[in-house]
């Protein structure tokens, strides 16, 4: 409702003069998605991506359905390219997309607070998590304390409102009995 008053014109103005800065929010997110599937056609065959996870001595069964294996391509590409095209090319485009939505935000008098949502694995921690490839599980970790640091890093840089709940998480985990994540959605 704000975005409109303040805008002072009716909803398809808003829209028609703002189409260029949603639409580069969609096109970014779009691209991402895109990039995505074709990661995924690149897969030979499935890796092995199911664990297990203590939560108070109970021993849980994660990634049911061996799904998310996109991630496994995207930590091979961030952690084991000698050039690291990969890890440029994420940096920038994540940066843009971070500076471009707190700028949106800032021209309607919004703030945003960036979130880093941790996959499952991460929120239960390493010494919780029992891969049936340990392999994949070191990859895994490296991935995603290198996504922590580059989220970390552009929020330093662009001074933005910023929250890891990567303890949280694990803090959580470690005190219930339910988990927090589902464990045939990784997410």
């Given amino acids: ?3 409109f008053e303040k805008n002072n014109s009716n909803k398809i103005i808003f829209f028609k ?4 800065k949603i639409d580069t929010f969609l096109l970014s997110f779009n691209t991402y998605n895109i990039a995505r599937l074709l990661l995924k056609k690149k897969l030979m065959n499935n890796e092995n991506f199911n664990y297990t996870v203590n939560l108070n001595q109970k021993k849980i069964p994660f990634n049911l359905g061996n799904s998310d294996q996109d991630e496994i391509i995207s930590a091979r590409l961030l952690t084991e390219n000698k050039k690291n095209k990969y890890l440029k090319f994420l940096k920038k485009n994540l ?3 971070f500076r471009k939505s707190h700028n949106l935000a800032s021209n309607f008098d919004s703030k945003i607070i960036f979130v880093y949502l941790p996959s499952a694995y991460s929120a ?3 010494e919780n998590t029992y891969f ?3 392999k994949i599980k070191n990859l895994l970790f490296k991935f995603s ?4 640091n580059i989220f970390g890093e552009i929020c330093d840089e662009l001074k933005l409102n910023c929250y890891n709940t990567i303890q949280d998480f694990l ?7 339910t988990p927090s994540h589902f464990p045939y959605n990784l997410h």
Avoid: T, Y
């Avoid at 304390?145 to 922590?148: A, D, L, V």
């Avoid at 803090?171 to 009995?177: G, Q, R, V, Y």
């Fill in 171 to 177: 803090k959580f985990n470690e005190n219930s009995n």
């Fill in 17 to 20: 003069n703002n189409f260029k």
């Fill in 95 to 97: 940066r843009e997309n």
């Fill in 1 to 3: 409702k704000n975005l």
């Fill in 145 to 148: 304390s290198i996504q922590q």
């Fill in 132 to 134: 049936e490839n340990n």
């Fill in 124 to 126: 239960f921690g390493f």
